[in-house]
C-alpha cells in the first residue's frame, strides 16, 4: 500500500526535488553558488510578490517567530500578539520569553480573527510597535483574514509580522500589496521541500526598524544576511542541499503560476471539505474562514483521533495527523498543500469517509454493548 | 574532467549519504523518526566519546558559537577567548556582540595556543567562567592541543567551549576524558553531509551552568531540546533529509571505527604535506601543531593564491581554498576530512606540484622582464 502522506508538513517531495537534494556540493563562495542564490532569491521575492528582500537562514521555520523578534523588536517593547490558536500562542509565548511586553487579542479556536477587533484593541493599547499574525493556523484550519487584518496594523503605525508557515506558497499573498513587513515561512509546508529552510520576505519598515532594534544577534541578523544576499553569498556556510531543493521548487511554482498555485490549492480545500462533510463530520474552522491548505475536522462521536489516526494509517495508507493542545484527541489534520492534485485528495476523503463509518458502527456497537 | 572537491568544507558527499537524502518524508512526530532520531543520537555521543548528550539543531556550524554563549552564559559573564585565527576572532566577537567580558589570549596565526599561557592567563582573569576554544583553525591549518589546553581551564573551574567544526569525527576528540563541557560541529565537515545540521555534545558542567544562564532564548535552548530528545523527537520540526544523511554518515563512521578513521586522517595529512613541501611550497602551521584534516600553504613567491586557485581549478580540477583575512591572497587551504582517501589526495598534491612550477616559471620569467 504506498502512502498518501497527507500531514499539514511536511508534504511531500516532488521528484524534481529529490533530484535537487542529491547534487553533489560545490564551492559555496564561488560563481555557481552566488548565481543560485541570487536566481533563488529572485523567484523567492516574485512568488512573495514583494520588491523587497527575501532572505533563508539554515532552520526550521518556527525560528521565524525569534528572527522577527530579534531584528525588529527591543526589550520591552509594547506588541500585540493575536491568537486564535497554537501557533498563535506559541508565537506569543516566545515573545515573552524576549521580554517583549505582550498584550493579547484573542478569538476562539476555530473562529478568525476579526479586523475591527484588532483595531479597538490597537487604539486601546496605544503605543503597539508590532502585531504579531499567523496568517494561516495549522492548528485548527482556519485562514486569518490577513490583508484586513495588515490594513488595521499599517492605519495604526505598527509593524505587521507574519507567521506564514502554512499559508506561503498556496494561499493568496501579497507582501507589498498588503503592507505586510515581516513574512516568514519554512520550506517543508507549501515550498515541497524537506524541513531545514527558513525563509522570510522583508519590506522597508522592518529595515527601519531592525536599525533601531537593540537585542544582540549575530546568526539570526538580517542585515549581514542581506549584505552578503546581495553578493550571491550567506554570511555562514548555506544548507546546499536545501537550497537546490528549494531554487527547484520555486521553479516548478513559477512554472505553474503563483494564481494557478493558489487556485488549485482553492480546489484542494474545497474538495477536501466536501468529503469531510459527506462523511458526516464535522469542519472544526468556522465557516467562511476554513484553509484551503490545512483541513481540521472532529472524529466521529465516541472516537478519538488516535483510533481513526490509526485505522487511516493502517487500512489506508493515509497518513493525517491529530490535533494539538487541549485537541490532540479531538482533531483529525489533513494537509492538502504543496505537491499534492485531487486524485489523492479525493482518495483521502474516501478513506476518510469508510474510517468514520466503520468507526462510528464499532462506536455505537460497544455503546450497545456497555 | 572529474572535480576533486578539497575545499575544507563543505566536503564531498558518499553516495550513501546521497541516497539518504533523497528518502521520503516521514511524520517527524510518529514511531520511525523517534528509531531514527534515538539511533543518530545514539552513534553521534559514541563517535563524540560521551555518556552525556549530544543535540542537533537545523543551522549552519558557526550558529554553535551562539548557542553555546545563550545556554550557557550570562550577559557580562567574563570569559577568554583564545584566538590563534579567523575562526577563534569571530567566535569572540559573536561573545561580544552578545555582551560578554571577553578577554583574549592569542597566538599568532600558524602557531598553536600554548597551554602554559593559557594557564597563566586564567590566573591572571581571575574569575573566567568560560575559555572559548577552537579545536581546528579551519583559517590557517592549525590544531590546537585541546587536552592539555582544556585541562588548564579545568584546573581552573571554568567551562571549556570547543569549536570542532572541522575536527569532529576527523581528529582525536574525546568528550568526557578531556573533561570538555561543549563540544559543537557542522554537518557539511567531516561528518560527510551537507551544511545545514549543527551538532553539539553537551556535558554535565554545562548543564549546571545553563540552569544559571540569564539569556532569552527558544530556538537554541538545549534544555527544551533535550526534553524532546529523549522522547526521540525535536522541539521544532527536524531537518528530516539531514537526520537521514548524517544517521547514514554516522552508521559509515562507526562501522570504519571512529580511531581508523583518525588514522586515516592522520595519514592523509602527512602525505598531503609531503606533496605540498615536494613542490618545494611552504606549509603555514607551525611544524608539530599541522591539521591532519586541513592543510594551508604558500603559493610559490610573486603567485597570488587567486592565480594558483583558477589554475588548480581550470587544469587539473582542483577545487580548493584561498585564505582568510589578511591572508586571503597569500594562503591555499586544502580539506582533506571526510570522504576521501589517499588517492585523490596524491592527485590534488600532484596537480599542486605541477602547477606551483609552472606558476614559479611564469612568475621569474615576468620578473626577468620587466
Same mark, same amino acid.
Given at each position: ?15 524534481q526535488v529529490?533530484e535537487a537534494l542529491g547534487r553533489e556540493m560545490i564551492a559555496h563562495r564561488g560563481p555557481a553558488f552566488r548565481s543560485l542564490y541570487h536566481e533563488t532569491l529572485r523567484l523567492a521575492r516574485e512568488l ?6 527575501v532572505l533563508t537562514w539554515a ?57 475591527? @477587533? ?69 520550506s517543508?509546508?507549501?515550498w515541497?521541500c524537506?524541513?531545514g529552510l527558513?525563509i ?25 544576511s542581506?549584505?552578503m544576499a546581495d553578493q550571491g553569498m550567506t554570511?555562514?556556510t548555506p544548507p546546499l542541499s536545501m537550497i537546490y531543493a528549494y531554487r527547484t521548487a520555486l521553479e516548478m511554482?513559477a ?49 478519538? @483521533? ?41 482518495? @483521502? ?22
Open positions: 500500500m504506498s502512502v498518501n502522506f497527507r500531514l499539514p508538513g511536511p508534504t511531500p517531495l516532488p521528484p529529490t512573495h510578490r514583494t520588491d523587497g528582500d532552520a526550521s521555520g518556527s525560528a521565524g517567530w525569534e528572527v522577527a523578534i530579534v531584528n525588529l523588536l527591543s526589550p520591552g517593547d509594547l506588541v500585540l500578539a493575536a491568537v486564535n490558536g497554537n501557533f498563535g500562542e506559541r508565537f506569543a509565548r516566545v515573545a515573552k520569553e524576549f521580554d517583549l511586553d505582550v498584550r493579547r487579542i484573542e478569538a476562539p479556536w476555530g473562529q478568525p480573527l476579526r479586523p475591527e @477587533a484588532l483595531a479597538s484593541a490597537l487604539d486601546e493599547h496605544g503605543d503597539v510597535k508590532a502585531v504579531l499574525l499567523v496568517h494561516n493556523e495549522t492548528s485548527t484550519g482556519v485562514t486569518n483574514p490577513l490583508r484586513a487584518l495588515a490594513g488595521a496594523v499599517r492605519d495604526h503605525g505598527a509593524l505587521t509580522i507574519v507567521d506564514a508557515v502554512s499559508s506561503a506558497g498556496a494561499l493568496p499573498l501579497e507582501m507589498d500589496d498588503w503592507g505586510l513587513d515581516f513574512v516568514f515561512s519554512g517543508q509546508k507549501a515541497m524537506p524541513p527558513l522570510a520576505a522583508v519590506g522597508p519598515r522592518a529595515w527601519a526598524a531592525q536599525e533601531r532594534s537593540r537585542y544582540p544577534r549575530f546568526f539570526w541578523d538580517m542585515k549581514e542581506k549584505t554570511p555562514t511554482i512554472s505553474e503560476g503563483i494564481e494557478n498555485v493558489w487556485q488549485r490549492h482553492r480546489e484542494l480545500g474545497a474538495i477536501t471539505r466536501a468529503g469531510v462533510r459527506a462523511a458526516g463530520l464535522q469542519l472544526f474552522a468556522h465557516e467562511g474562514s476554513e484553509s484551503n491548505s490545512v483541513t481540521a475536522f472532529h472524529p466521529p462521536e465516541g472516537v478519538t @483521533a488516535s483510533e481513526m489516526l490509526a485505522m487511516l494509517r493502517e487500512d489506508y495508507g493515509v497518513e493525517a495527523q491529530g490535533g494539538q493542545a487541549h485537541l490532540v484527541e479531538r482533531l483529525i489534520r489533513i494537509g492538502h498543500l504543496g505537491w499534492v492534485n485531487e486524485q489523492e485528495m479525493g482518495a @483521502a476523503t474516501a478513506a476518510i469517509g469508510e474510517s468514520a463509518r466503520r468507526l462510528s458502527t464499532n462506536s455505537q456497537n460497544s455503546a450497545i454493548a456497555s
